[in-house]
């Protein structure tokens, strides 16, 4: 068990280009979670999947973000025709079960110029 | 939904002193509260965490209270030592545990001076 892994570690890109991320949870956890944290801010709830169904998406989510998590395993954060307000970590988690302890990735930088 | 309030945002407190991290929630049927530390450049860890049926919990030099009714719960670090400098979040269950995300406060940066 390596923990959670997340890739890139680093991304740049131009405004209006479209940017995918990926997640890797602890392989057990069935729970995995999108969080998106800004400097001085705490973690911001994205979206949250069981196994391979999305059960929960933020309202703050625009309909420029998309996340799929095909087979229950590896998830995927695609964010499309990205905006400079879009750039902060976009941090990954996962869980065994609801209430109990989220384990982190370290997280992917997003940065649009 | 959830809000929740962290302070101070940032605490600078000498080796070996206490320090002292206050959050409230808004929702009354929130029942899980963990706490995580950022050191920086790295990912959030769990410290400890309470839920809505025990008061206290104590783990070495940390722990947490909770208060009900008042809707507030605090971490609580003894003889402060300088690897405990990083940032602190206190979090709370969103909806009354009937969701499965977290709602985290703004984060203190605790300082600890040699």
């Known amino acids: 068990d390596t923990g959670v892994s997340q890739d890139p570690r680093h991304k740049i890109t131009k405004r209006g280009q479209n940017v995918t991320f990926r997640c890797d949870p602890i392989?057990?956890?069935?729970?995995l979670y999108w969080y998106r944290q800004t400097l001085g801010q705490g973690p911001e709830f994205l979206t949250y999947?069981?196994?391979?169904?999305?059960?929960?998406k933020s309202r703050l989510l625009s309909d420029r973000f998309s996340a799929e998590r095909p087979k229950g395993s590896f998830s995927t954060l695609e964010i499309q025709r990205t905006e400079q307000g879009d750039s902060a970590m976009y941090l990954c988690?996962?869980?065994?079960?609801?209430?109990?302890?989220?384990?982190f990735g370290s997280g992917t930088q997003l940065s649009v110029l | 939904g959830e809000n929740v309030e962290q302070h101070p945002s940032t605490l600078s407190v000498q080796e070996g002193d206490s320090a002292v991290i206050k959050c409230t929630y808004s929702?009354?049927?929130?029942?899980?509260f963990p706490w995580y530390k950022q050191e920086l450049g790295k990912r959030p860890q769990l410290i400890i965490d309470?839920?809505?049926?025990?008061g206290e919990k104590k783990d070495q030099r940390i722990a947490v209270t909770l208060n009900k009714t008042a809707k507030h719960f605090s971490l609580h670090i003894t003889e402060t030592q300088p690897e405990d400098s990083a940032v602190y979040f206190c979090?709370?269950?969103?909806?009354?545990?009937?969701?499965?995300?977290?709602?985290f406060g703004t984060g203190t940066l605790l300082a600890v001076q040699p």
């Open positions: 999947f069981q196994n391979e169904a999305q059960l929960e």
């Open positions: 392989s057990e956890h069935n729970r």
């Open positions: 309470i839920r809505s049926n025990v």
């Open positions: 979090a709370a269950s969103g909806d009354g545990g009937a969701t499965n995300k977290l709602i």
């Open positions: 929702d009354s049927a929130s029942n899980y």
């Open positions: 988690a996962s869980s065994l079960r609801r209430n109990e302890k989220l384990f």
